[in-house]
């Protein structure tokens, strides 16, 4: 900036602004004065004269001279040029001329190429740059990975798959990965502008063994330098079709076997249906003929002849019950459930009501505690476990004192009730206690105890059919507790968990 004389100011360049004692802009005229606008004050408001008050305010005292800007430029359209603006008060009209000239100075064009050319220089480095990171990245990268140019030659290409891939394999050959995605239908739907993900084919690795490979593709324009360029990502599926492979023919295999299976339960249970008819019938015809000579014999003075013909119909009878409840329990695995909500207390009550007469003999007590809880079950299976368990409550009583039961129903904030059937009998040994609930086990070693140990064996069938538990508690002469677990209906079951 300089401030010269104003003499020969004046000349025919037309972009001149002018603007009032304070400097707001009253007038523009010509090409070069549109950086200035109307109602602006320039010392304020323009980039190129602002904090420029005191210098205005000198050039109105000294109008013969003049405020000079050198190598001034814009933004927008004139970014490129140079330009040179002199300001003067102009006397006689009392206003500031602001005059705006193009600057074609050989030397400043020279300086723009050269700027330009650095500039290019600058950005090829960069983009050099650039792009050996890249390709470094690109290279060290642990996925199968390359990039391919639009004529199908390597740009970059992973080490991994370089060497799975590459080496020493003709890209010619049919079966080489190159040859497989330049000439595969891919290839022609980059172009196209579509993307593939996932998409599954076929190539030989250096090998020569052929591998399953999931391909994603992206397709894209490099910048400056216009080149077009593929990338690929790909992924090794050989073990994973391999296993699928393998699992469908094991599926098929475990889907015959399972219908050889059911097959062969479905012959089971036509057997033991049929050997429990035949088994059953002799039974019957030996406690009758049994009957029979009681009535024939009638006040027999042989009282062992009598003696054996109650020996004969108990163990016709006993016979009858064991092959019934062999049969019970042939058929539990089969079952299917009807799982609907029920009321425990309910289909408890119903259950001891069926031992009333017993317990009255006996002088037993049951006693019901909790508040009532709905579960999810089959009610039949349900009834079929309480009647079991209380039975064996029953057989297995303590002789010297009156038996007492007590049922109890509770949650414990899980979607599951807890049943208890708890008893004053004999109990059994903790370690007897595990297997209590296998067929033909017995909890008591006294032969007068009526039954077979398939009671509880039935019990636990029926609850696994339901998705239920059962197990026991005791220690001896302490009595037992049968604990039962059985889901509570959706909604219930949120409630205990809330």
Request: hydrophobic fraction near 40%; proline fraction near 4%.
């Amino acid at each position: 900036m300089s401030v010269q004389s104003a003499q020969g100011a004046e000349s025919s360049l037309a972009s001149l602004a002018y603007a009032d004692a304070q400097g707001r802009v009253t007038e523009t005229r010509g090409p070069l004065s549109h950086w200035l606008r109307v109602g602006e004050v320039v010392t304020e408001s323009n980039p190129a004269l602002i904090g420029q008050e005191d210098t205005f305010a000198e050039l109105i005292l000294s109008p013969d001279d003049v405020l000079t800007l050198t190598d001034i430029s814009f933004s927008g359209p004139d970014q490129d040029a140079f330009f040179t603006i002199r300001v003067w008060w102009e006397q006689a009209h009392e206003r500031f001329v602001i005059e705006t000239a193009a600057v074609d100075d050989p030397g400043h064009r020279h300086t723009d190429s050269v700027r330009a050319e650095r500039a290019a220089q600058y950005d090829n480095q960069l983009l050099e740059l650039e792009r050996e990171h890249f390709r470094t990245i690109y290279e060290h990268s642990p996925q199968l990975a390359v990039c391919l140019a639009r004529d199908g030659t390597v740009v970059a290409a992973s080490h991994m798959l370089r060497d799975r891939f590459l080496q020493g394999v003709d890209p010619a050959d049919e079966r080489a990965l190159l040859h497989v995605l330049t000439n595969h239908r891919i290839w022609t739907s980059l172009w196209r502008g579509r993307e593939p993900i996932g998409f599954p084919i076929r190539a030989c690795d250096v090998d020569g063994h052929r591998c399953d490979l999931e391909v994603s593709a992206l397709a894209a324009r490099h910048p400056n330098q216009m080149r077009e360029e593929v990338y690929f990502t790909l992924i090794d599926i050989t073990e994973r079709n391999a296993s699928r492979i393998a699992l469908m023919e094991r599926s098929a295999d475990l889907e015959t076997l399972s219908k050889r299976l059911q097959d062969s339960n479905k012959k089971l249970d036509q057997f033991a249906s049929v050997a429990a008819h035949d088994l059953l019938a002799p039974l019957r015809r030996i406690a009758a003929f049994a009957d029979m000579l009681d009535d024939e014999l009638g006040q027999s003075e042989h009282d062992s002849v009598l003696y054996a013909l109650n020996a004969i119909r108990r163990s016709a009878t006993a016979g009858q019950r064991l092959v019934e409840d062999i049969l019970q329990l042939s058929r539990m695995s089969s079952l299917d459930p009807r799982l609907e909500p029920f009321d425990v207390a309910t289909v408890f009550a119903e259950v001891s009501a069926e031992f009333e007469d017993s317990l009255n003999e006996i002088g037993g007590t049951v006693v019901c505690d909790g508040e009532p809880l709905t579960v999810e079950g089959d009610a039949r299976l349900a009834k079929l476990i309480l009647r079991n368990l209380l039975s064996n409550a029953i057989k297995y009583r303590q002789p010297d004192r009156p038996l007492g039961i007590r049922f109890r129903q509770s949650t414990t904030g899980t979607p599951h009730a807890r049943l208890e059937l708890i008893d004053n009998g004999v109990g059994m040994d903790s370690s007897q206690a595990q297997h209590a609930f296998d067929p033909f086990v017995r909890l008591s070693e006294n032969s007068d105890v009526p039954g077979h140990g398939l009671g509880l064996a039935i019990a636990e069938e029926a609850a696994i059919a339901m998705g239920w538990h059962v197990f026991a508690h005791s220690e001896p002469d302490q009595g037992t507790r049968m604990v039962v677990t059985a889901p509570l209906p959706s909604a219930d079951a949120s409630r205990a968990r809330d």
